[in-house]
C-alpha cells in the first residue's frame, strides 16, 4: 500500500512550491512566530520589573536592552544563505517558521530528509511531491515537539536534574551525546555520497571549504557565523558546475 | 531604589516575586506556541487533503528521534548554567541558542558588569535574549521577503543548485566536528558508507548508526580517561 502511495505522489518536480509559498501558508505558519514575539515581550517586561529587587538601574536595562539587539544583527545578516537555501527546498513560509524557532539549519534538513527518506525520495528531488512535503513538514514538526516536551516538563526541576547529573559524570553524557549527534549527520552525509556524483562533489566540496573558512576565522573571529553558509554556497556552485559543464 | 541588603530577604523575594511568575509564564508560552507549530502540517491534511500514512510519519519519525532523543536531553542541561532558567525557556522555543541568545545574554552582562549565573546576569541576559528575538526575528523576515524576491530572478541554473544544499551543509557540519574529534568522525563516516550500501532493511540502518556512534562514542570516551 505505501509503494501505491509512492506513485501517487502528486505535485512533484518542484510543483509542490505552489502550495509551499501560497499565501494560506504564510497565515498558518504566523501564529506560531507571533507566540514567540509574546513570549519575548512578557520575559523582558517581567525581567525590567523584578530588576530593582537585585539592585538593577534603568541604565543597566538600557544598556541590556542594547547589548542584546546589537548583538543580534551579525547573527541576523548570516541568516541570510541559509535563509534562500532552505527556501528553495521547503517554500518561504514554513523556512521563515523554522528559522525563527528552534531548530538550526542542520536540524531542519535531516527531519525533512528523515521525512524523504520514509517517502522513498530524495529531499526537493523529482518525485519529491506535495506528500513527500507533507511528510517533512511532519517530522520536522514532531522532531522540534522533543525539546518542547522536555522543556515542559524538566525545565523547572533543571537545578535538581544538575545536581543529579553532576553526582554522575557529566561530561560523558556530553560526549556520548556529542557523538550521536556527529553519527546522525554522517549517515545523512553518507547517504547523500553515494547517492550520485553532485551530491558527492557538494558533500566533499563543502567540507574542504568549511575547513578553509574555519582556519581563517581563527584570525578574524568576527567572521566564524558566516562560515556554514559561505561554505554551503560555495559547495553547492562548484557541485552544480562540475556537473552541469562537466557532463 | 530598593535597600534591601539581606541576602535571604532578596532570594525570597527573587523567588516569589520573578521565578514563580517566570516559569508559569514561560511554560504557558512554550505550551502555546508548541501547539501552533503543527497548524502548517494541519492545514496541508485537513484543508488540502495531503498527508502520507501515520505508519510513514512513522518511520520518518523514528529515524531522526533515534539520534536527536539524547539530545534533547543533554542540550539543555548543558546550556543550563549559562543560560539561567529564563534564557531556557526563551530559548528552547525561539531556539539559535550558540549563534544569536548566548552571544546576546553574555554581551549584556559584560556591558553591565553583572556575571553569568548571578540574579542580576539572568535578568539582563533575559532582557537581552528578549531583544534578540525581535532584531533576528527582523533579519530572518527581511531574509525571506528578499529571498523569495531573489530565488524568482535566479537563472534555473542557479536554483537547481540548491538541490545540493544538503550534502554541502553536511559536510561543513561534520568538518566542524572533525576539528576536534579526529578519531571518531573519519571512523562513523566510514562505518555510515558501509551501512548505506549494505544489504539491510532500511528500517535497520539509522538505528544500526545511531546505537554504532552511541557505543564506540561510550568507548572512546571511557579509554581516553584512562
Known sequence: ?247 | MSNVHNTEDVDKRFHEEYTVKMIKRGRLTTLIAALLTFIPALYLWLALGYKPSWSLIGQGWAIIVSSYLIIYFVEPLGFYPVMGLSGIYIGYLAGNIPSVRLPAMISAQVATGCEAGTKRGELVGTIAIGMSVFVNLAFVTLAAITGVAILNVLPPFIVSAFDYTLPAILGGVIAQYFKKNKVFVPLILAICVVLQKAPLPSVAKFPSAILLSFFIGYFLYKSKKK
Not at chain 1, 505505501?2 to 518542484?14: E, I, Q
Not at chain 1, 563543502?206 to 576565522?217: A, D, H, K, P, Q
Request: with cysteine.
Open chain 1, 1 to 247: 500500500m505505501d509503494s501505491y502511495l509512492l506513485m501517487a505522489d502528486t505535485m512533484t518536480n518542484k510543483a509542490y512550491l505552489d502550495v509551499a509559498n501560497s499565501p494560506m501558508m504564510w497565515a498558518v505558519v504566523i501564529p506560531t512566530v507571533i507566540m514567540v514575539c509574546i513570549q519575548a515581550y512578557i520575559f523582558i517586561r517581567d525581567a525590567i520589573k523584578a530588576g530593582p529587587i537585585v539592585g538593577l538601574t534603568k541604565q543597566d536595562t538600557k544598556e541590556a536592552m542594547r547589548a542584546g539587539a546589537i548583538c543580534s544583527i551579525g547573527p541576523g545578516l548570516s541568516m541570510f544563505t541559509v535563509m534562500i537555501a532552505l527556501m528553495s527546498i521547503l517554500g518561504g513560509p514554513f523556512a521563515w517558521l523554522r528559522l525563527s524557532i528552534i531548530g538550526t539549519i542542520t536540524t531542519e534538513m535531516l527531519g525533512a530528509t528523515a521525512g524523504a527518506t520514509a517517502m522513498g525520495v530524495d529531499l526537493g528531488g523529482l518525485d519529491y511531491g506535495i506528500t513527500a512535503f507533507s511528510c517533512s513538514v511532519w517530522v520536522i514538526t514532531l522532531n522540534t515537539w522533543g525539546f518542547f516536551i522536555v522543556n515542559l516538563l524538566f525545565a523547572h526541576k533543571m537545578e535538581k536534574v544538575k545536581m543529579a547529573v553532576e553526582r554522575h559524570d557529566a561530561h560523558m553524557f556530553d560526549a556520548v551525546g556529542l557523538c550521536v549527534m556527529i553519527g546522525c549527520v554522517a549517515m545523512f552525509l553518507a547517504g547523500q555520497m553515494v547517492g550520485g556524483t553532485g551530491k558527492f562533489i557538494a558533500a566533499i566540496a563543502g567540507f574542504v571549504i568549511m575547513t578553509i573558512l574555519v582556519r581563517i576565522s581563527e584570525k578574524y573571529p568576527k567572521l566564524k557565523e558566516y562560515n556554514l553558509g559561505l561554505a554551503m554556497l560555495a559547495a553547492i556552485f562548484i557541485a552544480q558546475f562540475v556537473v552541469q559543464i562537466g557532463g
